[in-house]
């Protein structure tokens, strides 16, 4: 109950589940949405951004502020018990996924061929469902709905089932290299640094917080004094966290390079504890 990041309670309306917990003007059991949107901001009460939400992304309402275009919803992200506002224009009703995208990102068609003209784009781990009500099938694309009764064709590549899961979370985090850096990014079109380690590990079915602290305390084992990092291993700092690429080398979302980046270890803490955020903290291996 100690971190405010989880706990569903927006200061007047609380989760039923809270009763008793905190002291609350109301309860209630909440409402599942799901994020219509590629992505969309979770913030604070402050207006200050925590993380994002992507497309399908199961979003627990249980108040909103005001109704109308500017409004926002206050609730919780399935993904990783995160609470916080996001615009209600972004939710949807919500529906049982029949697909997870699984490659760094795609795009929506609006008909089954590659020239066609496209309505958007998804992000890896977004969760959409087939369209079963047409049989206008595609070898290469598969009928998508999106909402609204609005459907687009995805590639078939790029999606798998909700349930895929891949093998290797160091393979995964360098399909992000070169994406561009930003501060609660989700996604290849912006990551930070413990959104990269996150989505690593979620899509490789391995549970994991939204924020480098809780990664830090939920995370493996933290190696003894003289052991040595390994491929794998997840290297945390004050404010900061990467992943060891190999036994010398780290990937990592940074505001230095602006973007996801593999560079050696050893020079990386050594700028890293200069000018950034101090010695490491701890190194932690996801394997016994």
């Known amino acids: 109950m100690s971190d405010p990041r989880l706990i569903l ?3 007047q309306v609380a989760h039923a589940a809270l009763r008793g917990k905190v002291s609350a003007k109301s309860f209630t059991a909440g409402k599942w949405q799901r994020c219509r949107l590629a992505t969309s901001n979770l ?12 497309f ?10 005001t109704e109308g275009p500017n409004g926002l ?3 919780q992200c399935e993904r990783d018990g995160y609470v916080g506002w996001m615009p209600t224009a972004d939710l949807c009703e919500d529906f049982e996924p029949s697909h997870r995208v699984t490659s760094l990102g795609t795009h929506l068609y609006t008909a089954p061929d590659i020239k066609a003209p496209t309505l958007g784009w998804l992000p890896m781990g977004a969760e959409l469902r087939v369209d079963a009500s047409n049989d206008d099938t595609s070898a290469a694309f598969i009928r998508m709905l999106l909402g609204d009764d609005l459907t687009a064709y995805v590639p078939r590549q790029h999606l798998n089932t909700p349930m895929y899961r891949a093998k290797d979370p160091v393979l995964l985090a360098r399909r992000f290299l070169n994406a561009p850096y930003l501060w609660a990014g989700d996604s290849f079109q912006g990551i930070d640094c413990s959104g990269l380690v996150q989505r690593a590990l979620l899509m490789c079915g391995i549970p994991c917080p939204r924020d480098s602290d809780q990664q830090e305390t939920a995370l493996g084992r933290a190696l003894k004094r003289g052991e040595t990092p390994n491929r794998g291993d997840i290297v945390f700092w004050k404010g900061h966290v990467g992943i060891m690429a190999s036994a010398t080398h780290l990937i990592h979302a940074n505001a230095h390079h602006m973007a996801v980046a593999i560079e ?3 020079s990386a803490c050594t700028r890293i504890g200069k000018n950034e955020f101090g010695a490491v903290t701890s190194i932690r291996r996801l394997a016994p």
């Open 73 to 75: 919803s206050f609730g």
């Open 9 to 11: 309670f927006d200061g």
């Open 43 to 54: 913030t604070r009460t402050d207006g200050k951004q925590d993380k994002q939400l992507l």
């Open 56 to 65: 399908g992304e199961r979003f627990l309402v249980i108040s909103k502020n």
């Open 264 to 266: 050696p270890f050893k």
